[in-house]
């Protein structure tokens, strides 16, 4: 799931695991995960059991998955594909711990069990040096959603992300982490960028899935930002992990998940699991920010993205701002998807010029 795989590789490591990646996803993860899933389940739940196929094939012999509660399907993922993994005849462990369970106490239990290392300390310091690079990873992607569409050459902000990306991956401590992220600052300063140009700027909100994995939604957010939008994404890997993993009484602040639903009330009351309050919420948000639009994805047949999708339309009126919901599967060509985002940006203009000239 994007560059998730940075962060807990460096936990796994500490604590003394050997790390088997499968390839990052592609049409053959994606390919293999179809064939051998329900059809009409979720995507994420497609391109998990190819990624767990992929990594069995190239030797691995223990699986870690998270599970949640609720009515999401998320929370039957590790059983369905556990049961799909050995009825094909491969020989694992599945280690599956909860994310509301226990928190950090849950994480070191099942982190530990998996790669037989109890060491209370050798799990907290895996921890920090994790919860760093997620941080890490963030700071160097927000700053990127916000150069591309000024960027007088958007490739060399690229090349500048991608190298920050590695070298995060390859620190051994929160300090070289900090340091990587200080000198890719520096380099993203020596761009040059157009100051003048119009720029739009658009929430991206919807399952968080989808909204972290670039193969997934086929690079939307670099697709938006040659576009000349500024994608302000709702959900980032760190935002995501902290509200998952610290407890409440240790947060400074109102995290992601509390401030949609707080929004969200006059739209969506009941919390139905995956992130559909959050796609509420976010909107709400977005008309409130005077932000220029929103765009909603999720999964094909994902029922809180469903549920979501059928208030955005009435929200957008309501609040008076453009919204556009976009299903992803594994039929989702990447022409109609330009289509549609090239659609929706030229609506939005349009709209802000009639608002102008009013």
């Not at 993205?305 to 976009?326: A, F, K």
Request: with cysteine; charged share 25%; proline share 4%.
């Amino acid at each position: 799931m994007g560059n998730i795989y940075i962060p807990i590789c460096a936990l796994l490591r500490e604590m003394g695991a050997e790390i088997i990646l499968p390839p990052a996803n592609n049409k053959h993860t994606l390919t293999l995960g179809t064939r051998h899933s329900p059809e009409t389940i979720c995507l994420p739940y497609k391109m998990n059991l190819g990624n767990y196929i992929q990594a069995l094939e190239t030797g691995a012999n223990t699986i870690i998955m998270f599970q949640a509660p609720g009515t999401c399907r998320l929370g039957n993922y590790a059983k369905l594909a556990g049961e799909k993994l050995k009825e094909l005849g491969y020989d694992f462990d599945m280690v599956v711990f909860d994310l509301y369970k226990g928190k950090f106490r849950e994480v070191i239990s099942k982190f530990g069990y998996a790669t037989d290392n109890n060491s209370i300390i050798k799990a907290i310091k895996g921890i920090k040096i994790a919860l760093a690079k997620f941080n890490a990873l963030d700071k160097i992607e927000r700053e990127l959603l916000y150069l591309r569409p000024r960027a007088l050459n958007p490739d060399k902000a690229e090349k500048i992300y991608k190298l920050g990306i590695k070298l995060i991956n390859e620190a051994e401590s929160p300090e070289q982490a900090q340091e990587v992220v200080n000198e890719t600052m520096f380099k993203y300063g020596k761009l040059n960028i157009n100051k003048s140009k119009e720029i739009l700027k658009i929430f991206l909100t919807g399952e968080f899935f989808v909204l972290l994995d670039a193969f997934v939604n086929m690079d939307i957010e670099k697709e938006l930002g040659l576009l000349g939008a500024e994608v302000e994404r709702q959900v980032m890997l760190s935002e995501w992990i902290n509200q998952s993993l610290v407890p409440k009484w240790m947060r400074k602040s109102e995290t992601h998940k509390e401030r949609a639903k707080r929004i969200a009330k006059p739209y969506i009351r009941r919390v139905v699991g995956g992130e559909c309050v959050e796609s509420v919420g976010d909107a709400v948000y977005a008309a409130r920010r005077e932000v220029d639009g929103v765009l909603h994805i999720g999964p094909f047949n994902c029922i809180p993205e469903i549920m979501s999708q059928c208030i955005l339309p009435h929200i957008s009126r309501t609040e008076r701002i453009p919204v556009i919901s976009l299903l992803m599967d594994e039929h989702t060509g990447k022409a109609g998807l330009l289509t549609r985002l090239e659609a929706f940006i030229d609506l939005i203009r349009r709209n802000k010029k009639a608002v102008q000239t009013a």
